[in-house]
Every structure is written in C-alpha cells, then in structure tokens.
C-alpha cells in the first residue's frame, strides 16, 4: 500500500502569511494526487487534482505541485476561511490512501 | 445542483450488521464510479471502497475486506454500503462520495454530509 507523510501535521498562522504543506508519498504516484479541505463538523471539499489543477470554485490563491514521490499545497496568503484541516489523497493505485492530515490554526 | 445524503447510520452491537444508503441527485448516477470514506471521531480520512460505474468492479481496503459490501442501485440512484461482523474501531462518520469519473486516478469531487456510525455494547 502507498503510504502519504504530511509535514507538518499542525501549522499555526497569521491572516496574510505564505503557507506550504508538504506531503511525500511511499512510491511514485505520477500526479495522481488531489488536495482536500475540511473545517469541523463539514465534509471534505476537493481543492486541487491532478497535483496541480486547481478545482472550479476555488480561491486562486491555492495552488498545487509536484509529481512522482513529493507535492506542496501552498496557500499563498492565508484568509480567515482558510483555517481548517487539509489532506493530500493518492490517486494511483488501491487502496486509496490519505495522509495523516495538517491543521492550519490562527496564530 | 449536486446532492449526495447519507442515512442509515446509528448504535450497533459489535459483531452487528448495519446497511447504509447514500441517495443522490443532481447528476446521471451511472456515469460515474462511486466511493465511501469514513473518519473516526477526531482522527483524519480512510477510505473504505469504491464502485464502478455499473458496480461490476469494486475495490476495498483491507481493513474492511470480507466484512463489508458496496453495491448500487442505478434505477434508484442510490450506494449502499452493507457492514457485517462490526467492530469498535468502525466507529466513524461514513461519507459517500461521487468520484469525478472514475475513483482511481481521478478525484473525489462530491461529498455528502456524513452518517454517524457508533458500534458499542
């Protein structure tokens, strides 16, 4: 099974601050990843696919990249909805796997 | 508008069975492959097992192989998930999912609003 190690799991931020989340898989998944947003009590939202495409609806200030072992989700300057828990998702191959997760906190 | 709704969640005894259902509307069900995620309360997202376009192939994690099912009703636009032998760590929200077409190497990009499942004597 593929295996997805996100860095780090809790990040604390300020409104306007540049954040990256890092997420490193076991074996290579080409782009096969997608990045997902949850806030508490709410279902997961698709915020990127295919690494780096960023999906419909989406703020622009999210962005995706990377390919094979290692994909960054960057927020380029932190709003207050942001705050909440992200997950990257591998794609490539059963069973579908999530990491850990990253909790993006106020500061 | 996309809508996926979830029910059929509750209290079971472990070593129970509980089936649960996800109603869609607003989109040709059997266009797209299917899937369910659960977390546990306070931890992240696993998936559990996905389900082709006509549910002629489905996929499972390991953790719930041989116990669980999923299956579709394309004339209801309905997925099931059917869960025997529950333990405690089934303990979770189940979400259903709407794959973008197929669940692997695609995403997820439908989700419904959850079904408490708690398995407990």
């Known amino acids: 099974d593929i295996q997805l190690t996100q860095s780090p799991s809790f990040l604390s931020a300020s409104v306007g601050d540049r954040v990256t989340i890092t997420c490193r898989a076991s074996?290579?998944?080409?782009?096969?990843l997608a990045w997902y947003q949850q806030k508490p009590g709410k279902a997961p939202k698709v915020l990127i696919y295919a690494a780096s495409t960023v999906q419909s609806g989406v703020p622009s200030r999210f962005s995706g990249s990377g390919s094979g072992t290692e994909f960054t989700l960057t927020i380029s300057s932190l709003q207050p909805e942001d705050f909440a828990t992200y997950y990257c998702q591998q794609l490539n191959s059963y069973p579908l796997t999530f990491g850990g997760g990253t909790k993006v906190e106020i500061k | 508008e996309v809508q996926l709704l979830e029910s059929g969640g509750g209290l079971v005894q472990p070593g129970g069975s509980l089936r649960l259902s996800c109603e869609v509307s607003?989109?040709?069900?059997?266009?797209?492959?299917m899937t369910w995620v659960r977390q546990a309360p306070g931890k992240g997202l696993d998936w559990v097992s996905a389900i082709s376009l006509s549910g002629g192939h489905t996929e499972y994690a390991d953790s719930v192989k041989g116990r669980f099912t999923i299956s579709r009703d394309n004339s209801k636009n309905t997925l099931y998930l059917h869960m025997n032998s529950l333990r405690a760590d089934d303990t979770a929200v189940y979400f259903c999912a709407k794959c973008s077409s197929t669940c692997s190497t695609k995403w997820f990009d439908s989700w419904g609003q959850g079904t408490l499942v708690t398995v407990s004597s």
């Open positions: 607003g989109f040709t069900f059997n266009n797209y492959a």
């Open positions: 074996q290579g998944i080409n782009s096969y």
